[in-house]
């Protein structure tokens, strides 16, 4: 319609210059990736699921690692939520995790504590130290806050968020009041997936992975990274760009993550903190750095060294890519070599990009076996040719099922390949690992390491000091960072203050879910 709506054969200007429109679509051949098996827990009814166009439900399944959650605590800062709503709400929502597959302490430590949100530091602080008072004494830790907030909220969901990952060190999970009112099953199960996550737990693996049957990842121990940078919004002149990695921490599972955050320079799209070097007055020359302290997590977590990188870098556009391929692949290189002298796995580099202006339909629109629900291709639909790089190694993947309007493919451009992936191998892998991220039952547009770094990065926004936080007004970032000083970083002719540290046990957990 659009076409023979801008009648491009009438147009003067396009005749003088010869170029002629035609008026069909372009044709490219694709294939559907069959979806994978994903594996739940022996005790429950489903063992195993093979999901049906991109989405499956929880039903008589339970998680295949369910976390463990002793000792939890309930603030309420709603004020048309009533004590025994609250109570009611927790213990509801305690039921579902243990009917998921969690092992959930049906009481709290303490009854839910009503506090309002201007008071929202001294509320938490007081609640946490009052619970910690009853088990500090058995050596124990709050595993879980619940918070329900106004449906409205302004800076209370920022706010608490940095309170209680980089002071208290605290797993929380919010709610809003409309969904403790309605309390649905539906919303009570899907909830139960995240808390799952944030304690440590796995909701579901590929069953591929536990047969050991995924190509150049199954065979030796291989980390998956995500990388992502967000910036601030146009207008916002003093503001930093966050950067944040994930890395899986699991093998040869590969479905549990843990991610880190940095400040960077304004607008700057390669990620400063990937691999650092600094003088120490007493230990003299010390490395460190993102990818150091993830690949290091991995063998605490695993016992192993990984011996396959496979990077996942979303955000960059075409302009950039080797830019940020020749900086961060070398930042990837000094920080394996900084473990171990000749330690150098090898590497595959991938850019992951949705904004583009790329669109699939099917070929034909009323045939239902090639369209899902919403008139949209298939999850599992790839693209390799005709429309992709002639001679570079990049695919569409549309991994997802449409919901509303038309589905927006992934385009994945391979930049760097050490681990000598084929098309199939590597498309494969991708379009599976889309059906294992955490905090839904259905398969994701973008791989989920990529998707969790976005949501981080998203995240530490909250972090930042609340005069350049974008949780306020517009001209919240008016006072730039402070220049020089001893806690920040130069960057050019410009310091950047850094992001306070995340808590240890915050960051071995997928604390951004």
Known sequence: QTVHHNAYYEDPYAQEFGIKIDERLASVEARVLPPPRLKYHDSGREKDVLPRIGQWNMMNKKMVNG??????????????????????????????????????????????????????????????????????????????????????????YGDLKRICETDLGLVSQCCLTKHVFKMSKQYLANVALKINVKVGGRNTVLVDALTRRIPLVSDRPTIIFGADVTHP?????????????????DWPEVTKYAGLVSAQAHRQELIQDLFKVWQDPQRGTVTGGMIKELLISFKRATGQKP?????????????????????????????CASLEPNYQPPVTFVVVQKRHHTRLFANNHNDQRTVDRSGNILPGTVVDSKICHPTEFDFYLCSHAGIQ?????????????????????????????????????????????????????????????????????????????????????????VAVRPLPALKENVKRVMFYC
């Open 405 to 493: 309007g038309t589905s927006r493919p992934a385009h994945y451009h391979v930049l760097w390949d050490e681990n000598k992936f084929t098309a199939d191998e590597l498309q494969t892998l991708t379009n599976n690992l889309c059906y294992t991220y955490a905090r839904c039952t259905r398969s994701v547009s973008i791989v989920p390491p990529a998707y969790y770094a976005h949501l981080a990065a998203f995240r530490a926004r909250f972090y930042m000091e609340p005069d350049t936080s974008d949780s306020g007004s517009m001209a919240s970032g008016a006072r730039g960072p402070p220049q020089g000083g001893r806690n920040t970083r130069p960057f050019g002719n």
């Open 67 to 156: 976390g463990r959650v002793s000792h939890w605590a309930c603030i309420n800062f709603s004020r048309n939520v009533q004590d025994s709503a609250a109570r009611g709400f927790c213990h509801e929502l305690a039921i579902m995790c243990q009917i998921s597959g969690m092992d959930f302490a049906p009481e709290p430590v303490l009854p839910p504590l009503t506090a309002r949100p201007e008071h929202v530091e001294r509320a938490l602080k007081a609640r946490y130290q009052d619970a910690m008072n009853i088990i500090r004494p058995q050596g124990r830790e709050l595993d879980l806050l619940i918070v329900i907030l106004p449906d409205n909220n302004g800076s209370l």
């Open 307 to 335: 011996q396959r990188i496979i990077f996942y870098r979303d955000g960059v556009s075409e302009g950039q890519f080797y830019q940020v391929l020749l900086y961060e692949l070398d930042a990837i290189r000094k920080a």
């Open 233 to 249: 919004h146009p207008g916002e002149d003093s503001s930093p760009s966050i950067a944040a990695v994930v890395a899986s921490q």
